[in-house]
């Protein structure tokens, strides 16, 4: 079960941060991810992080328009992902949802690779 907060009102070039809180098992590679959606729009890729037990470190991808303003991160004590959001416009409003794919730590952009989803946070960016 995934649970996101954070979402909320912003002004143009303001920041927020997302947060996205994990239960129960994950297994020892897994990559978490933010998608956003707009009304009336596809479901869009944001950022992911993966990880696995060996590494020292982790992968992370970012789609093109988020690149230098969004920054995506992991505590993997507590299986939680976040998102910091700098420099927000107004075309990033949109609702805001975590995902989990626990089958390994290939990050993938699309959204039927991963198994489980949390509710939405709404992140609403004023001009």
């Known amino acids: 079960q995934l649970q996101a907060s954070g979402g909320g009102l912003a002004q143009t070039g303001g920041s927020l941060r997302l947060s996205c809180a994990a239960s129960?098992?994950?297994?020892?590679?897994?990559?978490m991810a933010w998608f956003r959606q707009a009304p009336g729009k596809e479901r869009e890729f944001v950022a992911a992080?993966?990880?696995?037990?060996?590494?020292?470190?982790?992968?992370?991808d970012y789609a093109d328009s988020v690149k230098g303003r969004f920054s995506i991160s992991r505590d993997n004590a507590k299986i939680t992902v976040y998102l910091q959001m700098s420099s927000l416009k107004p075309e990033d409003t949109a609702d805001y949802h975590c995902?989990?794919?626990?089958?390994?730590?290939?990050?993938?952009?699309?959204?039927?690779?991963?198994?489980?989803w949390g509710q939405g946070t709404q992140v609403t960016v004023s001009s």
């Open positions: 995902a989990l794919d626990t089958a390994g730590n290939i990050i993938s952009r699309n959204v039927g690779r991963y198994d489980y």
């Open positions: 992080i993966s990880w696995r037990s060996s590494w020292r470190s982790s992968m992370t």
């Open positions: 129960g098992r994950t297994g020892s590679s897994y990559v």
